[in-house]
């Protein structure tokens, strides 16, 4: 596996694969790299030809008070992981060459990315879609595959790929849970024993919501005020929110209808947490 740490040579590299007239699938990470993150890898190597991925944790996309400084970095195992499941070029570049001095533009996505997680935490999607988009840049992949699991991320990215024309398909990829239900994430190792134990409440909270969806209950209001029964009653957890909205507007929806997406986000400890499923 080649690892490229700059941006002009990044560039250069990817020119020469699609020159062959070969599909490039990109995989963007932040290291830390889970199942959830190598079943992305899987899929895209079975849809192209070339898989090419990134580890880079951006500093852009943290707000002042949150994990930037203590994000799990294990990029030595996490290139062990890639080179195992085939990806041929990595691109690892620092804060500094990604961000250079003077750096002034920034991408936001009004509206899709004020919601959820972009109004509980202000201008993360503006740092994600910032960083996404000079990635696509970057690499200028075929097809770009993320996960389920940040559903709204990908809500927000979608709108920014069709309103600036980037060439690219937008593949998302189920979410990967451990066999307890918890939904993998890099976040989880700050989790303690117990807060884990604590943090499978949010599964079961959409395993109720599920449940009551498939008895016939559509209503949104009566689907949330049965999952805040069980998050409610979980000991450790703090909910941000818990909703069922549209799964590309991630407007609120008074049923959970077809293309609707149920999603929660809750505080286990001093770890923020989300999951969710479509509906349909």
Same mark, same amino acid.
């Given at each position: ?5 700059s ?18 699938g ?23 030809d ?9 500093? #852009? ?19 062990? &992981? ?8 990595l ?18 996505v ?30 200028a ?12 991320? #990908? ?14 398909? &937008? ?13 993998? !994430? ?15 409440a ?13 008895r016939?209950?559509?209503? !949104? ?42 999603a ?17």
């Amino acid at each position: 596996m080649r690892v490229v740490n700059s941006v002009g040579e990044m560039q250069r590299v990817c020119r020469e694969i699609r020159a062959g007239g070969r599909v490039l699938g990109f995989v963007p990470t932040m290291g830390a790299l889970h199942e959830g993150h190598l079943s992305l890898v899987r899929r895209a190597r079975t849809e192209c030809d070339v898989v090419v991925a990134s580890i880079f944790v951006n500093p #852009l996309q943290f707000g002042p008070e949150e994990d930037f400084a203590r994000y799990p970095r294990t990029f030595e195992a996490d290139c062990g &992981l890639l080179e195992a499941e085939g990806v041929e070029v990595l691109f690892a570049p620092a804060a500094a060459e990604m961000y250079r001095e003077g750096s002034a533009t920034t991408v936001t996505v009004a509206g899709v990315g004020d919601r959820l997680d972009g109004a509980s935490r202000p201008g993360h999607f503006t740092g994600v879609a910032t960083v996404v988009a000079k990635l696509f840049h970057v690499v200028a992949p075929n097809k770009a595959y993320f996960g389920q699991k940040d559903a709204a991320q #990908l809500a927000v990215l979608r709108q920014m790929v069709r309103d600036l024309n980037f060439d690219v398909e &937008l593949v998302g990829c189920a979410i990967v849970r451990d066999p307890d239900g918890l939904a993998l !994430s890099s976040r989880n190792k700050y989790l303690s024993a117990g807060e884990r134990e604590q943090a499978l409440a949010l599964h079961r909270c959409l395993l109720r919501i599920q449940e009551s969806i498939s008895r016939g209950e559509l209503e !949104s209001a009566a689907l949330v005020r049965g999952g805040m029964g069980v998050l409610g009653t979980a000991d450790g957890v703090r909910v941000d929110y818990l909703v069922v909205v549209d799964a590309n507007t991630l407007l609120p929806l008074e049923r959970a209808d077809a293309g609707g997406l149920v999603a929660v986000a809750a505080y286990v400890g001093k770890t923020r947490l989300i999951d969710n499923f479509l509906v349909g």
